[in-house]
């Protein structure tokens, strides 16, 4: 976008208010050609400006010219108007101060075409100011909203980006105006006040901003994840990029399904070159992509109310690429949580999946909701050598029913075979009365993934229940 100010006025106030503005001569009757010949605008009621400067839209083709107004009633009101390029008015908005002086101050186009300018207070003795606040103009018709950090706030720097900018003021009004304080206030292009505090880190290199206080940095050394308070926490990082001797280098960033991508357009030795680095942006750490999942068990039935924490085999097994998108099918029936916890709602059948942020990849699984007859925990007291197994482990049967079951077989697999390899005593089968526990006692060697089945009878209909052991 290009933009000319147009600076018309004789005398420069100190104040940085008075900077992009200078005022003219007085204003005599008729001159609206003279202003004309100097800004190319025709502004209603002339001979009323006090103080007026020029902006120049040359992307939108329109010029505006902002300043001060007199009034019957008030003398020097904050006063901003819209033309066309060939002068006619197209708004003009006028804002009364029953108490001081006041002026538009310090244009800027905003990155959501909205206008921001300064609406500066003063006394009638010269460079004696009270207050120099933000204002939203919206280019449309001219509605203005004030943001209103606090009584007394003066601002002279402006640091835009998308969809907010912050407002602070430098050493030199600090020395010039008494009144003055060193604050910072963070404001959309609304107009909305975000927040505003004594200090708040602006980032000057070229940044992305993941939400209002969060940023992403970029420069020839380093990519990093940074926030505007200024501390370092364990949310944030810094990754050293390694560029080889360039002539030239222009970055750039992007951000998108949790990654971070900073991209370096290099010239070397009079040739083109790009060196990309994609960061997870939770670690920081390169992404290592996954080429495969897998969800364990591939069906699942657990009871209502109940929770299961499902097993996800990733490819390969350093992979970064971690923060996975867990989908239920019918959250009525089933819920999964983001660490693939899923829990029963209600009886019936769903699917659970785990997808990568790009959707490349997607592992399923089949939930069956039951209303439970048995509630089965266990005790164990184990060796695991790569999933072999050598120990024992008790096991703790509740008749969660209001009738009896009869237990017709208890027994462990080696899930690698499917062989059984333990049998429960079968003085302990039979019936079990409701709100009963029977415990079963069983020991294991070198059994691969050992697996607890229990089989039994309940209102005269046969169930099986099959329980992986946790043998981490």
């Known amino acids: 976008m290009k933009q000319t100010l147009f600076l018309l006025a004789l005398i420069l106030a100190l104040f940085s208010c008075g900077k992009d503005e200078l005022q003219p001569a007085p204003i005599d009757t008729g001159i609206k050609e003279e202003i004309y010949k100097g800004t190319g605008c025709y502004p209603n009621d002339p001979e009323t400006l006090v103080r007026y400067s020029l902006f120049v839209d040359e992307e939108n083709n329109v010029r505006y010219l902002y300043g001060s107004r007199n009034t019957p009633e008030s003398r020097k009101n904050f006063w901003i108007a819209k033309f066309t390029s060939t002068g006619e008015c197209i708004w003009e908005t006028l804002h009364k101060n029953n108490q001081y002086s006041s002026r538009a101050h ?22 004696k100011f009270y207050e120099c606040s933000p204002v939203i103009v919206s280019p449309k018709d001219g509605k203005t909203k004030f943001a209103k950090v606090f009584d007394g706030y003066f601002y002279s720097d402006v640091t835009m980006f998308d969809d907010f900018f912050f407002c ?22 609304e107009g909305n006040v975000i927040r505003h505090a004594a200090r708040l880190m602006i980032p000057t290199e070229k ?5 209002d206080s969060t940023f992403i940095e970029i420069t020839p050394l380093h990519i990093s994840k940074e926030n505007i ?5 364990e949310n944030e990082w810094s990754y050293l990029v390694k560029l080889p001797s360039y002539d030239t280098c222009e970055m750039s960033l992007s951000f998108e399904n949790n990654e971070v991508i900073g991209t ?16 997870s942006y939770s670690t920081g750490k390169p992404i290592i992509k996954i080429t495969d999942l897998a969800i364990v068990p591939p069906n699942k039935k657990i009871g209502i109310g109940k929770e299961y924490s499902l097993q996800l085999i990733v ?43 790009d959707g490349e990849h997607t592992a399923s699984c089949e939930i069956h909701i039951v209303k439970e007859n048995i509630e089965v925990t266990q005790e164990v007291s184990i060796i695991n050598m790569n999933g072999y ?7 703790h049967i509740l008749n969660v029913t ?21 049998m429960a005593d079968s003085t302990l089968l039979g019936i079990l009365e409701p709100n009963t526990i029977r415990t079963f006692n069983m020991s294991l060697y070198q059994t691969y993934l050992p697996a607890l089945i229990i089989e039994y009878k309940y209102k005269n209909k046969e169930y099986k229940e099959t329980i992986l052991w946790d043998v981490k």
């Open 106 to 127: 310090n244009f800027r186009l905003l990155k959501n075409g909205n206008i921001l300018v300064a609406n500066v207070l003063e006394g009638d003795e010269a460079y």
């Open 168 to 189: 602070t003021i430098n050493e030199n009004e600090l020395k010039r105006n008494p009144k003055a304080r060193d604050w910072c206030a963070q404001i959309d292009n």
């Open 207 to 211: 940044v992305l901003f993941t939400n």
């Open 229 to 233: 308070f200024g501390n370092y926490n």
């Open 264 to 279: 370096y357009h290099l010239t070397i030795n009079g040739k083109d070159s790009t060196e990309i680095y994609k960061l």
């Open 315 to 357: 490819t390969p097994v350093e992979a970064t690429e971690v923060d996975l998108i867990w989908k239920s099918s019918n959250p009525n029936i089933a819920t999964v949580n983001e660490h693939g916890v899923i829990k029963g709602i209600s009886e019936g059948d769903c699917i659970i999946s785990a997808s990568t942020p």
């Open 389 to 395: 197994v050598t120990g024992s482990i008790s096991t």
């Open 402 to 422: 209001e009738s009896e079951i009869t237990l017709t077989n208890i027994y462990v697999i080696d899930t690698s075979t499917n062989t059984t390899i333990a």
